[in-house]
């Protein structure tokens, strides 16, 4: 079990690449840079691989248990420092380990984590070749590799956001890697400051469950939550789950915290690919999958994820609709994409929804890259109005970026369309039907994710050239270092379905097999409640066993969404296929007011700017909760402060009376006395000359005059 | 020579008495001034012995206690003056003036 043991190395390899840039970066060359910050990456990789190879062994040899190990204890040490009493006057002690936690789940991160990540480093060595501050660069990837496994590894809660924070941190500096331009520091910021705003709510959801279970280990939490079926609709449990996603939110990027995503497209496009459409995005959906134990006591908590995930792919999707940039475009597909995967955990389709992540890692990813390759073919170009016909001059990106469109859009047989079909149909039937209103808001996103991909694709590769002379010169097929990941990728974009071919097709669906041992148990005891209470709750997991009665419904249901690809395609094909230099688009024809809309991102970002952070002034006062918060600012200064300097001025006044007080007429009358007796006692003063046998002469005198007055008296 | 009667002591305790004062009062150096007083302690003594002679041993048993007194005295003086010329380096008593106003 070599692999297995030594899993610790795996992220602290990519932690040992960055502190190398960190301290010496500066002084190494390119190349230098390169090897050390890939090969960390490299090694971590085929770490991984082997631990998750043995592990396989591992859970079969000891009935299905994850592999945990906890090294050390990092807060609370067995001392009783942080003992508190937990719900039901439970002593409990606050305790959380630095610990690996290897399960089905946390395999999945891990493969497509690392080996995504090592595409994307090899990638990077391309793009960034000709980039200053290209150490800078890779030990930031690296620290993010690092903050991204110790994430996924980490066996409790504490530890998972040390990792969340620590992503979130790299996403900021990475985003912010071109920080002489301002946009790209403002998105930074707007990135982090929109995270933290989820990051509270993730961090009380922790001490909610610290509070309620007395413990933060994963396994422990799953574990209580999985033994006590009656805790359904637990109220406590209900605000954690809700707590827990509204961190989940902010990292990725969900109605109402999605803002940030869009505007991350700042930093360099390798780090869009890995950081904000691969990896660190779908850390919410990790932390909602993982906690799964808890998100089906709380079936109000999954309505809420269902529909903010629904909500989400669709506004997203609509707004990609109309967007320019080719990097916005696929900015608010993963936000769409995102919303699926949401949607699948809402319903109860965890193994669902993280069968999206997998493959969805592969395909953004690998749009994200062919973007990249686009934008450095046409020395930094990012207007798909400023592209076309570009399938011949590059060819390699053309068509490795044609099968990933083609994978997202969802055309059967590439990898998008096993896990956005699974998705489509666990909504449809899951609980009787519950959610199947989200199926036709799902469905209309399916169609419009084919329309924008393929709009993107033929204003990029087909048409008019509408590309400037001056970079029309420049075109070149990007370096083999890009190519290569790119070409990986699309094989990655078509077969990593296969893992998970459903039933219906005749597949095995090993995928849903794997992550079983995750998902099932608590699936069961809810089944078991269920059937033992009322059985019309509903409750936030699936049935399969309904679902394998249906199966002629799910053949309807693949041959409708895949109409909605081939339509949506041929709706791309129609409008932009032979786009010339001053095409139109058929949104704006047909309704030029929604057209604009779309284009504005239906004002969110304004409505934010005025309702939150004042842009809207009367006089020189802002409105909006940041004019409130500064008016109760003022409130603050004025009145409150007012009110104890107040006090403290009367107090002073007060202090500085008596102190007269004391020292004129206390002091006063005790000097006075002191001063009369001295001035009373002067005469006598002068006899203290000093001379001691004078003082002895005059006792001498004074006997003798005493002897001779008694003597002759 | 006649017989030594009372008076003779006393005399001579007088005398003794006297010079002890005279040293007090005029020698500067303060050894010389405790010598002095011993001198005048021991008239003292010479006048207890010679009056136990008419009324019984208690001016004896109270000469013992005067010397005792007056070896503890020349300690504590002599300590004193160890002291004080550690500070002043001098023992001379007109020199000895930090109480003056």
Known sequence: ?713 | MGEITILHYLVVAAALFAIGVVGVLTRRNVIIVLMSIELILNAVNLNLVAFSRLYGLHGQVFSIFVITDAAAEAAVGLGILIAFFRNKETVNADEIDLLKF
């Open chain 1, 1 to 713: 079990m070599f692999f297995l043991d030594h899993i610790w190395m795996v992220p602290l390899l990519p932690a040992l690449g960055a502190a190398l840039m960190f301290f010496f970066g500066r002084s190494l060359s390119k190349r230098a840079v390169s090897v050390i910050c890939v090969g960390v990456v490299v090694v971590a990789f085929l770490l991984s691989v082997g631990a998750v190879w043995q592990f396989t062994h591992y859970t079969a040899a000891n009935h299905h248990a994850p592999y945990e190990k906890s090294y050390y204890t990092w807060l609370g040490s067995g001392t009783g420092h942080l003992t508190y009493t937990g719900s039901g006057e439970r002593p409990a002690e606050f305790r959380a380990n630095v610990g690996i936690l290897l399960d089905p789940l946390s395999s999945v991160w891990l493969l497509f984590v690392t080996g995504v990540g090592l595409l994307i480093h090899i990638y990077s060595i391309g793009y960034m070749g000709h980039e200053g501050g290209y150490y800078r660069f890779f030990g930031y990837m690296n620290l993010f590799m690092f903050s991204m496994l110790t994430l996924i590894l980490g066996n409790n809660y504490v530890l998972m956001f040390v990792g969340w924070e620590g992503v979130g941190l790299c996403s900021y500096l990475l985003i912010g890697f071109y920080f002489q331009r301002k946009s790209a520091s403002d998105a930074a910021n707007k990135a982090f400051l929109v995270n933290r705003i989820g990051d509270a709510g993730f961090i009380l959801g922790i001490f909610t469950i610290a509070w309620y279970f007395g413990s933060v280990q994963f396994t422990t939490v799953t574990e209580i939550a999985r033994a006590h079926p009656a805790w359904l609709n637990n109220p406590v449990i209900t605000l954690a789950t809700l707590l827990l996603f509204v961190g989940a939110c902010g990292k990725s990027a969900q109605i109402p915290l999605y803002v940030w995503l869009p505007d991350a497209m700042e930093g360099p496009t390798p780090v869009s690919a890995l950081i904000h459409a691969a990896t660190m995005v779908t850390a919410g959906v990790y932390m909602v999958a993982r906690s799964n134990a808890l998100f089906v006591l709380a079936p109000r908590t999954m309505m809420v994820v269902a529909v903010i995930g629904a909500s989400t792919a669709i506004v997203a999707a609509l707004i990609g609709l109309v967007q320019n940039d080719i990097k916005r475009v696929l900015a608010y597909s993963t936000v769409s994409q995102l919303g699926y995967m949401f949607l699948a955990c809402g319903v109860g389709a965890f193994a669902a929804g993280v069968f999206h992540v997998f493959t969805h890692a592969f395909f953004k990813a690998l749009l994200f890259l062919g973007a990249g390759s686009v934008i450095h073919a046409l020395s930094g170009e990012q207007d798909m109005r400023n592209m076309g016909d570009l399938r011949k001059k590059i060819p390699t990106t053309f068509w490795t970026m044609m099968v990933g469109a083609l994978a997202i859009a969802g055309v059967p047989g590439l990898a998008g369309f096993f896990s956005k079909d699974e998705i489509l149909w666990q909504t449809w039937s899951a609980q009787h039907g519950t959610y199947r209103f989200l199926w036709y808001l799902a469905f209309i996103t399916a169609l419009m994710t084919a329309f924008y991909m393929f709009r993107l694709i033929y204003l990029t590769f087909y048409g008019e050239s509408r590309v400037s002379p001056e970079a029309e010169h420049h075109i070149h097929e990007s370096p083999r270092s890009m190519t290569l990941p790119l070409i990986l990728l699309a094989l990655g974009a078509i077969f990593a379905g296969y893992l998970g071919l459903p039933r219906s097709l005749g597949g095995t669906n090993r995928f849903e097999h794997f992550l079983a041992p995750v998902f099932e148990p608590g699936a069961e005891a809810l089944r078991a409640a269920e059937t033992a209470s009322d059985p019309g709750v509903p409750v936030g997991t699936k049935a399969p066993g309904a679902a394998e009665g249906h199966e002629s419904a799910e053949y309807v249901l693949m041959g409708a969404s895949v109409l909605a690809a081939l339509g949506g395609i041929f709706l791309a094909w129609k409008s932009y296929a032979k786009a010339q230099k001053d095409y139109r688009e058929p949104i704006a024809a047909a309704s030029p007011p929604l057209y604009d809309v779309l284009y504005n991102k239906f004002f969110v970002d304004e409505f934010y700017n005025t309702v939150f952070t004042g842009s809207l002034k009367l006089g020189d006062k802002r409105l909006g909760v940041m004019g409130a918060s500064e008016f109760l600012g003022d409130v603050d200064r004025t009145i409150i402060d007012g009110g104890v300097n107040g006090a403290g001025w009367l107090t002073r006044f007060s202090g500085r009376m008596s102190n007269v007080w004391d020292k004129w007429i206390i002091d006063g009358l005790v000097n006075g006395l002191a001063w009369v007796t001295s001035f009373f006692s002067y005469v006598t003063r002068l006899l203290q000359w000093g001379q001691l046998q004078w003082y002895a002469l005059v006792m001498v005198v004074g006997l003798a005059g005493f002897v001779a007055y008694y003597v002759w008296r």
